[in-house]
């Protein structure tokens, strides 16, 4: 089995924030972050209003863990562009530097392109990240419960609703579903890819969101490569998806979307 990839992208973070407070304390961060006014809605772009509709978050990222190096000389605002054209209802992206080469200059060339809300896409699990997504010009937060306790978990999605922030809530387990379904989250990431070993599973999501009770909306994520994948999870009652590499390195990334919004 592979090391632990959760374990060691904690580990790094924490290095990571530790010198972001050097530079800039917590207290300026939540001042700037609570007089921030040009929030754009992301939940209320995927809730699903109309089942005959497949809302997709499409994904900027430059690399992977598993995969290496995707696109490295992307551009984020191009990319982003294209997406919104294609028919995106959302854009995520990654912003973790060290194994998926993104970064903050990537959300904000991306949201300045478009006028979709952007999901900030990293591995947060301090308020202080929650902060700075806001001060970065995020839209919302991806917060995964394997990082967090339940108690965080509560924490986080009340400082997000603060100051504005939607959240994407992600899971990956059945003790994962068991702590979300206690809490606020409304939109629930079910990642087919487990964090700790990269293996992905596409029957995960359909299995899993079975469990989720009324008022909280099922995001199916990696794995999705098709309009036949996407049938499927549709078949089950998901119908918002997080899609990032096979958009990434589509020769057409707008006309690629289309084909699986279609």
């Known amino acids: 089995m592979r090391e632990d990839f959760l ?29 921030r006014r040009d929030r754009r809605p992301f939940i209320d772009r995927l809730t699903p209003g109309d089942t005959r509709d497949t809302h997709i978050i499409a994904e900027i990222k430059r690399a992977s863990p598993s995969k290496g190096n995707i696109r490295r000389h992307l551009d984020p605002a191009e990319l982003a562009a294209a997406y919104e054209r294609g028919g995106a209802s959302a854009v995520s992206v990654l912003t973790e530097t060290h194994w998926f080469n993104g970064g903050v200059g990537d959300l904000q060339a991306a949201r300045s392109a478009i006028g979709l809300p952007v999901l900030r896409k990293d591995f947060i699990f301090d308020a202080y990240q929650i902060y700075e997504s806001a001060v970065i010009s995020a839209d919302a937060v991806l917060l995964i419960v394997a990082l967090l306790s339940p108690k965080q978990l509560e924490e986080y ?106």
């Not at 290095?15 to 917590?26: P, T």
């Not at 549709?234 to 006309?255: K, M, Q, T, W």
Request: proline share 4%; charged share 35%.
């Open 7 to 35: 374990k060691k992208v904690t580990e790094q973070k924490k290095s990571d924030i530790r010198l972001a407070r050097r530079r800039r304390s917590e207290q300026s961060l939540r001042r700037d972050a609570e007089y």
């Open 157 to 262: 999605l009340a400082i997000c609703e603060s100051i504005g922030l939607d959240a994407l809530v992600e899971v990956h387990s059945p003790a994962d579903m068991e702590t979300v379904k206690k809490s606020r989250a409304r939109l629930i990431g079910i990642n087919n890819r487990n964090l700790r070993t990269l293996e992905t599973d596409i029957r995960i999501a359909i299995d899993m969101a079975k469990d989720l009770p009324p008022g909280q909306t099922p995001v199916a994520a990696s794995g999705i490569r098709t309009r036949s994948d996407i049938e499927k999870n549709r078949n089950s009652g998901i119908y918002d998806f997080l899609i990032g590499e096979h958009l990434v390195l589509a020769n057409d990334p707008e006309e690629f979307l289309r084909t699986l919004i279609k």
